[in-house]
């Protein structure tokens, strides 16, 4: 007689088979990265000053007094008073106003603007528009609908700056209505 049992029990459960571990593989794409939480409260580095060629935006629910000058372009869709003086465009949208003087490259007004353009090198007025004040730029755009009571002088130079006391022949005129 065995003092052991060849056969298993119902009451015994059978050992599992060990795993297999399957090879690494070096050809394989390595594992995607851990995720790791950012520290929210660390500073973040800002750039110390705007790059020129940007636009910056005054929304059409802002309201601001003050001073705008810089290098690069602005675009006014609310309501800013004060002098604007950029290197670059100045953009005044439908419904916006800009109260004060003007000095930019290309000035583009489908809004109103109660003040002068002292210097530009081009001026559009939108079929849209109200402008009171004095213009002095190189060019000029008039579109079929645009309002105006003040002053234009244009043609009178080569460009930005040179056309404010100069005279020329008045040749390099240039008026270009759009309806």
Do not use: C, Y
Not at 67 to 76: M, T
């Amino acid at each position: 007689m065995a003092m052991w049992k060849d056969s298993v029990s119902p009451r015994q459960t059978p050992t599992p088979a060990p795993e297999v571990k399957e090879p690494v593989r070096f050809d394989a794409p390595p594992p995607k990265p851990e995720i790791v939480p950012v520290n929210t409260s660390a500073p973040v580095a800002r750039p110390e000053a705007r790059p020129v060629g940007k636009e910056s935006l005054i929304a059409a629910d802002i309201t601001i007094e003050g001073k705008i000058e810089g290098g690069g372009s602005v675009r006014i869709a609310g309501k800013f008073k004060g002098d604007v003086s950029v290197q670059g465009d100045l953009t005044i949208e439908a419904g916006a106003k800009l109260t004060g003087s003007v000095r930019a490259n290309k000035v583009t007004i489908a809004g109103e603007l109660e003040g002068n353009v002292e210097e530009a090198t081009h001026v559009d007025l939108l079929a849209s528009d109200v402008v009171i004040g004095d213009l002095k730029t190189g060019t000029l755009t008039v579109a079929a609908g645009a309002r105006m009571r003040g002053q234009a002088e244009f043609g009178w130079g080569e460009g930005k700056g040179s056309m404010l006391g100069k005279r020329g022949n008045g040749h390099d005129a240039e008026v270009r209505s759009v309806s």
